[in-house]
């Protein structure tokens, strides 16, 4: 079973920031699509950001703009980077690898709260 460790949730208030980090261990990082999803309450999981193992990024209409995803394969680690943070970003961000049609994995999860 991989394992993907989260971190780089807590409080934020309305218009800060803050970076969402995502570590994998071994080579099937630099293969795998890697994203950030997240789940509001009472919500199902949506799409916030993902990238290729080329490194091409794809954003939900909900962060574009605002966010930026990126991947450092020497590191094993997806970022995701979250500037004028908004109330309804408040959701749990989980961390998901993939090749589509092979495997899927996902973090346990990080809580993001936008509250001032």
């Known amino acids: 079973q991989i394992k993907l460790v989260e971190s780089g949730g807590g409080l934020v208030q309305p218009g800060g920031s803050l970076r969402l980090s995502c570590t994998v261990p071994?080579?099937?990082?630099?293969?795998?699509?890697m994203g950030w999803y997240r789940q509001a309450p009472g919500g199902g999981r949506e799409l916030v950001a993902e990238?290729?193992?080329?490194?091409?990024?794809d954003y939900s209409d909900s962060v574009k703009g605002r966010a930026t995803i990126s991947r450092d394969n020497a590191k094993t680690t997806v970022y995701l980077q979250m500037n004028s943070l908004k109330p309804e970003d408040t959701a749990v961000y989980f961390c998901?690898?993939?090749?589509?049609?092979?495997?899927?994995?996902w973090g346990q999860g990080t809580q993001v709260t936008v509250s001032s």
């Open positions: 998901n690898m993939q090749r589509p049609g092979v495997y899927k994995y």
């Open positions: 071994g080579n099937i990082f630099r293969l795998s699509t």
């Open positions: 990238i290729t193992k080329d490194g091409t990024p």
